[in-house]
Nanobody, 118 residues
Framework: QVQLVESGGGLVQPGGSLRLSCVAS????????MAWYRQGPGKQRELVAD???????DYTNSVKGRFTISRDNAKKTVYLEMSDLKPEDSGVYYC????????????WGQGTQVTVSS
């Protein structure tokens, strides 16, 4: 079982920066894919970025060059550094861990709110 707790959300002005953190507890390994999703008001949840140790990181086009996903396996923590934030980046940001089992199992955090507004 894996539990995920996100933090770091808040209110920020356009052009500002935030760093989100997701701390995992339970059995979690380096082979797990860690990802950040977001869900804006009235929108479907969308993948923002994901990362698997030893593989390339993937980002949705709208955040490329502005967001960076990273992980510290020793701390069981994944981060999302966000810069040059735009109002359309607002939403609830969720952390997900995918266990590479057959079939794969997904674990989700409770989410953290990010609001970009002047």
């Amino acid at each position: 079982q894996v539990q995920l707790v996100e933090s770091g959300g808040g209110l920020v002005q356009p052009g500002g920066s935030l760093r989100l953190s997701c701390v995992a507890s339970g059995t979690i390994g380096e082979t797990y894919t860690m990802a950040w999703y977001r869900q804006g008001p009235g929108k479907q949840r969308e993948l923002v970025a994901d990362e698997t140790t030893g593989r390339t990181m993937d980002y949705t086009n709208s955040v490329k060059g502005r967001f960076t996903i990273s992980r510290d396996n020793a701390k069981k923590t994944v981060y999302l550094e966000m810069s040059d934030l735009k109002p359309e980046d607002s939403g609830v940001y969720y952390c997900k861990a995918r266990v590479p089992s057959i079939p794969p199992r997904d674990y989700w955090g409770q989410g953290t709110q990010v609001t970009v507004s002047s």
